[in-house]
């Protein structure tokens, strides 16, 4: 079955790093859309970075364009997400997530079935 296991995430002060891992197994990975997701406290998840595995194609979110990073390793079956210059308002759960089918919208947590279990991002100085 599919299995998605995050790790990575922490506290930081702004303009830091930080780097989460997603291990995947169970499911062909090349052919599965990726997308990254975060909710903070008393909002909605949105999405982060998404990526389209039938165009190869990678959407990010404005406010983390140029900071953050989505990349796969599919040898070594892990989903990566690199933050740089992190900012307070970047605090929140953070989720991998992964699914098969057509990506109607840019990144929409609607569009994923497969959920990791989340890890924390917090930036504070």
């Known amino acids: 079955q599919v299995q998605l296991v995050e790790s990575g995430g922490g506290l930081v002060q702004p303009g830091g790093s930080l780097r989460i891992s997603c291990a995947a197994s169970g499911f062909p990975l090349e052919s599965f859309n990726v997308g990254w997701f975060r909710q903070a406290p008393g909002k909605q998840r949105e999405g982060v970075s998404c990526f389209d595995a039938r165009d190869r194609s990678t959407w990010y979110k404005n406010s983390v364009k140029g900071r953050f990073t989505a990349s796969r390793d599919y040898a070594g079956k892990t989903f990566y997400l690199q933050m740089n210059d992190l900012r307070p308002e970047d605090t929140a759960l953070y989720y991998c997530?992964?699914?098969?089918?057509?990506?109607?919208?840019?990144?929409?947590?609607?569009?994923?079935?497969?959920w990791g279990q989340g890890a924390q991002v917090t930036v504070s100085s």
């Open positions: 997530a992964v699914d098969n089918g057509l990506m109607d919208t840019d990144c929409s947590p609607r569009e994923f079935e497969y």
